[in-house]
């Protein structure tokens, strides 16, 4: 099953927010903030404060063919 976190933080004073997706049921702070850290890293960013996890979403399935999916 595939587990989706949101984790906001801050970064250079501005707040961001980055989606992890995982099939682990936990994503722990310590992942969280390797994950944010790796995300920032290719930007020279190192900035990197109040890392929270904010919302988890699972789902068995999750529709990519833009046939069969919801759209706007």
């Known amino acids: ?16 927010s980055l989606e992890i997706i995982t099939d ?3 994503l722990t702070r310590e992942e969280a ?8 890293k290719p930007y020279g960013k ?4 109040n890392i929270q996890i904010v919302s988890v979403h ?3 399935v999750i529709d990519t063919d833009p046939e069969t ?3 706007e």
């Open 1 to 16: 099953m595939e587990h989706r976190y949101v984790v906001e933080y801050t970064l250079d004073g501005q707040k961001e």
């Open 24 to 26: 682990s049921e936990t």
């Open 33 to 40: 903030q390797k994950r944010v850290f790796a995300a920032a």
């Open 46 to 49: 190192t900035d990197i404060e």
């Open 58 to 60: 699972s789902a068995k």
């Open 69 to 71: 999916s919801a759209s």
